[in-house]
Every structure is written in C-alpha cells, then in structure tokens.
T-cell receptor
C-alpha cells in the first residue's frame, strides 16, 4: 500500500478485556515503531522492531503490553487485562532512513 | 534522559500575524530535531527537520533553526493562515534507530 494502515481505527473495550491492534506497514521497510498518544500529550515511544525482532521494548509500560511482528511486515500490539489508563491513540510509525518515516492514522482505544 | 519542552498553548493569532512556538531540548550527543503537525481529525505529519547545528528546516512557509548553543529549535512563520490551525509537536531523535522523543504539543488557533 501507499502508506501505513492501522486497524481498527476505533476500539471500545471493557476494563479487563484483551485487545489487539494491527499495523500494516509500507512493504519493504524493515523498521517499525509503536507509540502511544494520551489526550493532551505528545506521542510516547513503546517498542521498536528491526525486521522480525523487537530491538528495543523499553517503552512498554508493563507486562500487560506485548507486540509481535512474526514475518517482518504486519505488526500486532497486544494489551491484556486492559485498564482505563490504557485509553489513548496507538500509533504505528514506519519507514527507512533514505525514504523517510510515516505515522499511521492510529487506533483510538477507549477502555470503559 | 532526553526531553523536549515546548511552550504551552493554545496560541491564538489573527490571520497574517507572525508566529513563534518555542522549543528547547535536553539531549546527549547530537540529536536530529523535528517539527510535526497534527491537523484536526488527521494523523501526525512531518513538517520540517534539521539534522545538525545551524541547519534550517523549512516547509510551507514555516522554518526552524537548530541552535546548539541555546539547545533550541523554535518554529516560526511570518504570516499565518486559518488553515495553519493545528497542534504542533517538537521532537528529537537521538538514537541510532530514529526513536523520537516528543514535546507535549502546542495548539495554534488562527482566526480570520
């Protein structure tokens, strides 16, 4: 595709439930990042993939958060036992040094 | 760790007024500096960037100069338009793999 696609665009879930957020990146670019943007704040780094492996997961807030990228393209961010404080826009950011980087339009997660 | 501080908003201007949004940073080494813009209902877009001291980034009439001596990267525009109304984020990248650290954002409201 022409850009970074994130699905769903909106997700409402009950506290304690499990959610998966998907990022379909630009094909051929090996670097992929997840960020979280809370209301009124700038995006905060969560995790970085280089290919299939997580090169840096230091931004994940706790062990309820996990992300995978099994084939080096599509990535899924997984959140277990969701809490109201997890409500935010989750952004995928992807590209390459010589091509530039692009943010997806994000998934707005609301935990009720 | 690295951090970015930008002026609080909202900044309210009349059309054709001059704009300055202040941004200062704290980082080790020699970061790259960025301004991102988020228009209402849209995703984050790269506005401009500078990769080394004294570089000037520019785009769409906006410009910012990388000032290492004052650790600043202030965003300026000589004559704003209503269509410039958006949230502006200052950011830096100080790792080998382009992870971004963002400020909290500054909302700009331009009235006719």
């Amino acid at each position: 595709g022409a850009g970074v696609s994130q699905t769903p665009s909106n997700k409402v879930t009950e506290k304690g439930k499990y959610v998966e957020l998907r990022c379909d990146p630009i094909s051929g670019h090996t670097a992929l990042y997840w960020y979280r943007q809370s209301l009124g704040q700038g995006p905060e780094f969560l995790i970085y993939f280089q290919g299939t492996g997580a090169a840096d997961d230091s931004g994940l807030p706790n062990d309820r958060f996990f992300a995978v990228r099994p084939e080096g393209s599509v990535s899924t961010l997984k959140i277990q036992r969701t809490e109201r404080g997890d409500s935010a826009v989750y952004l995928c950011y992807q590209g390459a040094e010589n091509y530039g980087y692009t943010f997806g339009s994000g998934t707005r997660l609301t935990v009720v | 760790g690295d951090s970015v501080t930008q002026m609080e908003g909202p900044v309210t201007l009349s059309e054709e007024a001059c704009l300055t949004i202040n941004c200062t940073y704290t980082a080790t080494g020699y970061p790259s500096l960025f301004w991102y813009v988020q228009y209402p209902g849209e995703g984050l877009q790269l506005l401009l960037k500078a990769t080394k001291a004294d570089d000037k980034g520019s785009n769409k009439g906006f410009e910012a100069t990388y000032r290492k001596e004052t650790t600043s990267f202030h965003l300026e525009k000589g004559s704003v338009q209503v269509s410039d109304s958006a949230v502006y984020f200052c950011a830096l990248s100080n790792s080998g793999y382009s992870t971004l650290t963002f400020g909290k954002g500054t909302m700009l409201l331009v009235s006719p």
